[in-house]
């Protein structure tokens, strides 16, 4: 298999996803567009983690509060001036964001970089420690940001949250986002950079003693990470067409994680694998929360049980299949042909 | 602001602080046996508060029974959750274990928004902690007394286990060298999951008298607590119980002082146990009172 023919067969499958798109917009319900949008947003979301705890081995629970400034941005800057008037009935929004209106693009990469800025900014202090304590140090950022984002409400009008966000939010904009995310991380975990990245995950103290720049990298890994995590926050705002600090939680992180995990820590194909069956079955979940009526009974929905199934299964996974669906393997084409050409087929 | 008002928050603070350290004590053993941050401490937590709330309703039990039995029984149920989640991971990497504690949190927590509901509980409080007392000019809650004092008593009791028992000399043991522990014949298995249910109980019982000070039950009410007691863990130094006491006992007057002096900063309460964690992770990451620990190469 070479180099060329990969190039088109990738091609190929973006133009799958594309009919397959066209048509899931045409003839599918709103709800089930809905669902395939979040698909989209959690494979970001999931790539983004992916490449800070599964390539780098920085394990940082901080997805909650990049993506809360990624949505908030966004949202601040798709909004018209007349329309930030009406939300903001306590006091009026600050300056810039009082008269600015910046397209849907715009609003979105600029939702990540406020979100990768706030990751160099918290990246300098808390990359330096190692394992568990950084994972609660960016949990504790998440928390901050959520905190501030109740208390600032010249900002993020407070407990009220934004609402009657425009929805920019289609199918189409989730999925390019989405290709870019998992263009530039799979571009970036094969270069050498990514050879780092991955030295520095398996032994910190030889890759530092092979001349790596061990912060350097980690800072990079965990900005990017950032970025894209803003990014998919900002699309979720959009898609949901209103946030407010409640939607920021830890649960928020925890289902990223999940998504991680049950991909397999280190695999891309895993995370987007994963990132489908989660978010679908996240859905579907649902029915069991809700009444059922069935043949004239009425069965009562059991609140709570959904998030009991998941972490459950995040429980299983763990203990059981530590290495996820993929393990660290990858998706390529010739060991799909293989696969399918029972090793003769595509040699 | 006056010399009555001042005693108020005090007593306030100390009342807060001390169940912080309650439950700090639960991570900083758990921590500095098994170098894991147990997630799922703060579902403990709620899960004792829910016992006796059951134990009263339901099973018509005198109150000091009831809060008893729920000790016992958290207890047991920490014990368990070492023992189905966190055993088997004893030799994977650590963020395995850390990763199976938030799962475990989160199915506890929903599990009790199944189980609970999550309807906010009244709490059933006893009259004799609950009549005002005054005090001079201070108006007093037999409650602000009574909770710093239970905790005293129980902090002094784990001091006592860990520091003047066999088994406890074997925590330490273990906390210091686990291969080494086991070949000396420390039953390693029976002394964690001891510490476990050790653990178990003092945040049971922290979680029993935080409902008496804000009488309200809900399946979440152990997140921020349980975040905030591991920061005051941090504070005092991660593994060195006297340290989480001084730690809880300090974040509690953080916060209640602060928002005494400056009201404006109220909102923002939640967020100050936060920066003081990365505050102190940056300029002392052993905390005040902790031993330096290495990498190992």
Redesign the interface.
Known sequence: MNKANATLLNLAAVGCLAVFLWAAGRHLDGYKVQIINLIAVNIILALSLNLIYGFTGLFSLGHAGFMAIGAYVCAMLVLSPAQKEMLFILEPPIWPFSVVQAPFFVAVLLGGLGAAAFGVLIGFPVLRLGGDYLGIATLGFAEIIRVLANNLPRVTNGALGLKGIPAYANLWWNYAWCLLTLYCIVKLVRSNFGNALMAIRDDEVAAKSMGINVFKYKMISFTLGAFFAGVGGALLGNLLTTIDPKMFLFVLTFNVLMIVVTGGLGSLTGTVLAGIVITVLLEWLRFVENPISFGGYEIPGIPGMRMVVFSLVLLMIILFRREGIMGMREFSWKGFFRFFGRGGGAR | MTSSMFVQHFLNALTLGSLYALIAIGYTMVYGIL???NFAHGEIFMLGAYFVFWGVVLLHLPWPVAVLGAILITALTGVLVDRV?YR??RE?P???A???S???S??L??????VF??IPRQVYRPEWLTKVMIVGKVRVLPLTLFVPALSLVLMLGSIYIVYKTKPGLGMRAIAKDIETSRLMGVPVNRIISLTFGLGSALAAASGIMWALRYPQLQ?IMG?IPG?KA??AA?LGGIGSIGGAVVGGVLLGFVEIMLVAFMPELA??R??F???L??VI??FR?TGLFGEKLE?K?
């Open positions: 170098r894991l941050i989640a088997p991971l994977a650590r963020i395995s850390l990763i199976s938030i799962g475990v989160f199915f927590q929903n599990l009790a928004v199944v509901s999550a399946p997140v975040f591991f920061i941090v909102g923002f939640d967020a146990a936060f920066v964690l990365i992770l940056l990451p990498d190469v």
